[in-house]
């Protein structure tokens, strides 16, 4: 999605000019952060939407990145990616810094010239990332959406599962945990898949990022990703539990001369979790039972849905007998059969 900046800006200036020695750079930067703040501003309890554009905040980021590589402008580009483009934005953006400050980690823009203090600039800008900020759109991005059950964020599922609880008198509704669950089943695999994917690659990289960093002249300073981290590891662990692969490996080394690979072969079987057979929809009955026994003990569902489980094997008839027995001699006459035959 932005790997077109992380080509040299130019022969002479790989990274381009630092945005406060340029004027015209300084000036759209100026206008970035003005509109970035708004939009910050606006993800507070008392926020408003008023003269927000996460839109034009990307497309600003965007024509910066162009000219200049300064990790400011990439982390407001995270942010604005996060909002508009979600999980892949953000791992696009990502990735672009690790790969920017791999390749060039003495030109980047901020350069290091204050390496030795304790916080340098760079460093209090890569900080950000974990920022209140960006976790706030992480917080409020829908993990899951479907058709039926409807889309779910980070925070529905942490209330859902009484996780986090909600302030004295506010009007939030609680989502039920039955329907979260529901979304997830219905929502394909390859979607959840690539999801996983993306929280994966994000993770990856900023494990790659953090260790550059540790080995470097600011290894010194301390990198606060803590909520980003542990926010993205609670995200891998909803996912998973929903996508389940399992992958066999076989090394099959030949003999033959003409074997050009000398092979290594890898078979992956992706296992879905959605409901294909009736074996599927009783185990899907049961996680129902296992869930009100757990967070709603008071409720009468589990005994009709114990009953519904004792009918998914039945036949139309045998149904008819355990549900309506006095129907079944109307049922017999209408269609000409014999219930005990």
């Known amino acids: ?25 300084e000036d759209d930067f100026v206008m970035l952060e003005s509109i970035a703040r708004i939009n910050q501003e606006s993800l507070t309890l008392d926020g408003d939407d008023e003269n927000v554009d996460w839109r034009d905040m990307l497309a600003r980021c965007e024509d910066l990145a162009k000219q200049t590589k300064d990790v400011r402008v990439y982390v407001f580009l995270a942010q604005a990616a996060l909002q508009l483009k979600r999980l892949p934005g953000l791992a696009s953006a990502v990735q672009l810094i690790k790969k920017t400050l791999s390749s060039y980690w003495a030109e980047a823009h901020p350069i290091l010239d204050d390496a030795k203090d304790e916080t340098p600039w760079r460093i209090m800008t890569l900080n950000e990332l974990s920022g209140d900020s960006l976790i706030s759109l992480l917080t409020a991005m829908p993990i899951v959406e479907s058709k039926q059950a409807g889309r779910f964020t980070l925070r529905d599922i942490r209330l859902a599962r009484g996780e986090i609880l909600l302030v004295e008198g506010s009007e939030e509704i609680i989502p039920e945990m039955g329907l979260v669950e529901a979304a997830f089943q219905e929502c394909e695999q390859e979607v959840l898949s690539a999801s996983l994917s993306f929280v994966n690659q994000i993770q990856d990289d900023l494990t790659q990022l953090q260790d550059q960093l540790t080995t470097s002249e600011c290894s010194h300073a301390r990198y606060d990703w803590d909520k980003l981290i542990s926010d993205l590891k609670y995200i891998s662990g909803v996912y998973s539990k929903y996508v389940s692969v399992a992958v066999e490996v076989e090394e099959m080394i030949e003999n033959e001369p003409d074997n050009e690979s000398g092979a290594n072969d890898m078979q992956v079987i992706v296992k879905s979790t959605g409901i294909n057979n009736r074996t599927d929809v009783l185990e899907a009955l049961g996680r129902i039972c296992e869930y009100y026994e757990k967070y709603e003990p008071s409720s009468p569902v589990p005994i009709l849905v114990e009953r519904t489980k004792k009918l998914v094997t039945m036949d139309f008839m045998s149904i008819m007998k355990e549900l309506s027995p006095d129907g079944v001699k109307q049922v017999e006459l209408i269609a000409g059969v014999d219930a005990d035959s």
């Open 1 to 25: 999605m932005f790997e077109k900046f992380t080509e040299e800006v130019s022969l002479d200036l790989p990274c381009g000019p630092f945005i406060d020695d340029d004027e015209a750079l």
